[in-house]
């Protein structure tokens, strides 16, 4: 996030301003680990890819849509800011995440071994 290769976001909590959640965002261009190529984008198409990378809700806020909500933010910032391809991996176990974003327009692109071998659907939504 330091080196401009990134986004953070924050949940609070409205009353007490306590951190109830975090959801980063991360801008891969043509590093080996961008999820682009799972998806088949052609060379020229990943610098417009970002990562919806990593979503923490602390237990005692999960269940408020927060996760949610800090992706929709993300979007709508991303698609200001350039971006036409949003990915991301879930477990496909994972039915809370997995479903949180299938409702959010992304489509299931690929499953397979990613990060030292655990199963993830690689998921995308094109926003351009």
Avoid: W
């Avoid at 991303?78 to 036409?84: H, N, S, V």
């Avoid at 299931?108 to 998921?123: C, P, S």
Wanted: one cysteine or more; charged letters at 20%; a negative charge.
């Amino acid at each position: 996030l330091t080196e401009g290769k990134g986004l953070g976001y924050m949940a609070l909590e409205a009353d007490t301003g306590i951190l109830a959640g975090v959801f980063l965002v991360t801008f891969p261009g043509t590093d080996p680990e961008n999820l682009g190529y799972d998806a088949g984008l052609a060379e020229e198409e990943l610098s417009f890819a970002a990562h919806m990378d990593s979503a923490a809700i602390l237990p005692e806020y999960r269940g408020n849509g927060l996760q949610y909500r800090l992706m929709q933010q993300a979007e709508k910032d991303l698609k200001a800011m350039g971006f036409q391809y949003l990915l991301c991996t879930v477990h496909p176990q994972n039915r809370f995440s997995r479903n949180n974003v299938l409702r959010q327009g992304y489509q299931v692109v690929a499953t397979k071994e990613k990060y030292g071998g655990y199963i993830r659907d690689i998921l995308m939504k094109r926003i351009g």
